[in-house]
């Protein structure tokens, strides 16, 4: 880290108050001297804090005050997003031209050895801020209130919260391993330090013997922690009313066709009196059973059923019991799962989660789908594409859908966004939620199936724009 004490007399005599002007170091020798390295600076203030949203044009110059005098080393170089940067000296500050472009993500790089202190006699210590410009105006239309009007008082420090948070910081979140546990978490933490703010479980194995679906204890435990819980629900339902009757799980499914495949008939589960009604009933009343636990231990639910009900995103192949027999259908069947815990079983910890398939020309049929915002507190779009770009264009979409009145989440994703980019193109997504990679943990591979590797997952939860469980408030 320290040089000699006349190599770097040299350069202080040379950049004391001048610019910076290059980079080439390999061009610059100096005869090698013995010292004893001497204390560096370091920055103690920046005009923009770590992790800034800001507009392109307020900002031409940023500031970076150091705990001693400084002065600038020609023979290094201040850069900003890989580019040099112009650089000089005032006083303790080192001062640093920009000139920015909207919609942006910025990183600015101070060199171990390009600020020179304490006399000539050591470097300051590398320095590196990373910041972002707005595309434009943030969304400032939010519904401040639940589609439940008795919602808890926790259910409604969670919606506030996320409002505060859009276009600024994004939560982490990550599914668990099938159902209900912490598997996938734990494993996120051994390498990234942190906990994802949303947990993420599946009621999947709601009528299995060999799981306690009912079992609140990691919920609540993620709760106490200040994390966000949220479930999902691939419903599997009786293939026919035989299966329902003797509850063969053999028979269940939630598929349309393969594995996991059944013939239950939504429309059939719509009309009172029907087996299939009973059912969904019967499924419905489990389901608040353990909410109102949750309800009970003060924890809100972020709640996602009916997911991807559409299946293809051009609309054109249903994936799901749920999407089978056409939108309506669907959405008819959201009302009656609203009515049944909310005003059934007085459920009012949920906080519902409309996941939308956004697809550029299909808006007619997006919207079609749509409950409302009645019914809807949340949108959720699930992607998985190979890139680590924003997605502006999905999110704009699923806003629009909700009149820009709902937040929206990316409620499952493969490949990890860059944080820094959503929020600069204006993608202000509530979470994000990490796909499970099928018990990754003990595979010892070097990628996830989606080819995020765990350096990268790291460098997603420990970006400035994103908050983990260990940054989350209390909103008990």
């Not at 994802?196 to 993620?222: F, K, M, R």
Request: hydrophobic letters at 40%; one cysteine or more; charged letters at 20%.
């Amino acid at each position: 880290m320290y040089r000699t004490s006349k190599y770097i007399m040299i350069a202080a005599t040379m950049c004391l108050g001048i610019g910076l002007m290059g980079c080439e170091k390999d061009k610059m020798i100096y005869p090698e001297i013995e010292e004893t390295p001497q204390a560096s600076a370091k920055v103690v203030e920046s005009s923009l804090p770590e992790g800034s949203v800001i507009k392109a044009e307020d900002v031409d110059q940023i500031w970076l005050t150091y705990d001693g005098q400084i002065s600038v080393n020609p023979s290094s170089c201040v850069t900003l997003n890989g580019m040099r940067a112009y650089a000089a000296v005032q006083d303790k500050k080192l001062v640093v031209n920009v000139d920015l472009e909207p919609g942006t993500a910025y990183t600015l790089e101070v060199p171990a050895d390009a600020v020179i202190a304490n006399k000539g006699f050591a470097y300051a210590e590398a320095y590196k801020l990373t910041f972002v410009t707005e595309k434009g105006a943030a969304e400032s239309g939010y519904l401040a209130t639940l589609s439940n009007p008795n919602a808890t008082a926790q259910a409604k420090k969670v919606l506030n919260f996320l409002i505060e948070q859009s276009g600024k910081r994004i939560l982490s979140g990550a599914m668990s391993n099938v159902d209900i546990n912490n598997d996938f978490s734990n494993w996120l933490y051994s390498f990234t330090y942190s906990y994802p703010a949303v947990a993420g479980l599946d009621l999947i194995n709601l009528n299995a013997t060999w799981v306690d679906t009912a079992d609140i204890s990691i919920p609540l435990e993620h709760w106490k922690k200040n994390g966000l819980v949220s479930y999902m629900w691939h419903w599997n339902a009786p293939t026919d009313e035989a299966a329902y009757k003797a509850t063969n799980l053999d028979r269940y499914g939630y598929n349309i066709t393969g594995e996991d495949k059944t013939d239950f008939d939504i429309r059939e589960a719509l009309k009172t009196g029907t087996w299939q009604n009973e059912f969904i009933l019967k499924d419905l009343d489990k389901v608040a059973a353990i909410f109102k636990k949750l309800q009970d231990a003060g924890v809100p639910v972020l709640f996602r059923p009916l997911h991807e009900a559409a299946g293809s995103y051009v609309y054109n192949n249903p994936w799901f019991w749920w999407g089978r027999h056409g939108q309506e259908a669907t959405k008819q069947l959201w009302k009656l799962m609203y009515d049944r815990l909310v005003k059934h079983h007085g459920l009012n910890n949920i906080i519902w989660v409309w996941t939308a398939q956004v697809s550029a020309g299909h808006e007619a049929e997006l919207l079609e789908g749509y409950p409302g915002n009645d019914y809807v507190d949340i949108v959720g779009v699930d992607l998985y594409e190979d890139t680590h770009d924003a997605k502006p264009e999905p999110y704009k979409g699923a806003l629009a859908l909700t009149e820009g009145k709902r937040l929206v989440s990316l409620s499952e994703c493969g490949m990890l966004e860059d944080p820094a980019d959503c929020i600069a193109k204006g993608a202000n997504w509530s979470w994000f939620m990490l796909w499970y990679t099928h018990n990754i943990a003990n595979q010892g591979i070097v990628a996830d199936e989606f080819g995020n590797t765990p350096e990268y997952i790291r460098s997603v939860m420990q970006n400035p724009f994103v908050i983990n469980r260990e940054q989350m408030p209390s909103l008990k």
